[in-house]
């Protein structure tokens, strides 16, 4: 008895010293679990790039149907979020989602991956790509998991992402509006209003809009845009300062016929 508790002992202090002292290597472990169960408990502790060399030999060395395998891909791709090495991040978790589609992390690594792309499009001055990435993957979880618990998050994440790729095309029109290139300048309203008629920049979009019109003499186009911004939008300032209130409709007349 006394031997045993020793050897025990002897064993869980040395996987001790493989996980916590002086440095942190993957390949002296005796074993595939006993590497995830400290690369683990480094990523918990903050040593995200002992994680990392962890999760990775993992990754590159566990059979096919390992069930470790899609866990090692999700917490490597969480160990990259950690040290905001977002795109890593992305391309971890993005694989774990596609090659275990039915694993029950799959809604959450794929969750992981927009988020990711969402942090690195961060800027609406910068590339979209990104961006457009995000939007694409909060999709797929919703059209892959429906009735995920992650759904309302990636709903969000989508209506975050729109409004940033709004804020990008309406600042791209206010650009062209002010180097008197109203044509240009509408088509990127239009953008904002065809692409993304929710996001918060919609009404401005209307707004700047009716306002080139009446400046280069568009009558019409004016008038459309204006019916359009007040039936959207009727309480807006913004709007009723370039076009005005609604006409008032007058009630039709009736006569009543002779007896």
């Given amino acids: 008895m006394h031997v045993s508790a020793y050897r025990r002992l002897l064993v869980v202090g040395c996987l001790l010293a493989l996980a916590c002292g002086g ?61 905001k090495d977002w795109l890593l991040a992305a391309q971890a ?12 992390l799959a809604d959450d ?45 990636a709903e969000r994440g989508i209506a975050g992402m729109q409004a940033r790729l709004a804020e990008k095309d309406f600042r791209i029109g206010e650009q062209y509006r002010r180097r008197r290139s109203p044509h ?15 996001a918060p ?10 306002e080139v019109y009446k400046s280069i003499g568009y009558k019409e186009d004016y008038e459309e845009t204006c019916s359009a911004a007040r039936s959207r939008f009727p309480a807006d300032r913004g709007i009723r300062s370039v076009c005005g209130a609604a006409p008032v409709v007058a009630a039709p007349v009736t006569t009543t016929p002779p007896p």
């Fill in 109 to 153: 690594a794929l969750l992981e991956a927009a988020n990711s792309y969402a942090k690195i499009w961060d800027d609406p001055e910068l590339d979209a790509t990104y961006g457009r990435s995000a939007i694409a993957v909060y999709q797929s979880l919703i059209d892959a998991y429906p009735t995920s618990s992650r759904r309302a998050e």
């Fill in 201 to 210: 920049r919609a009404k401005d979009a209307y707004a700047r809009m009716a």
């Fill in 93 to 104: 978790v993005t694989r774990m989602a596609s090659e275990f589609p039915d694993d029950t």
């Fill in 23 to 83: 440095g942190f290597n993957p390949a002296k472990f005796p074993n595939p679990v006993d590497l995830y169960t400290a690369s683990l408990q480094r990523l918990e502790a903050g040593k995200t790039q002992d994680a990392i060399a962890g999760f990775e030999k993992l990754t590159l060395e566990l059979p096919a149907r390992d069930t470790l395998l899609p866990r090692a891909h999700f917490h490597l791709g969480r160990a990259h979020a950690k040290r």
């Fill in 184 to 198: 240009s300048a509408i088509l990127y309203y239009k953008e904002v209003l065809d692409s993304f008629p929710d």
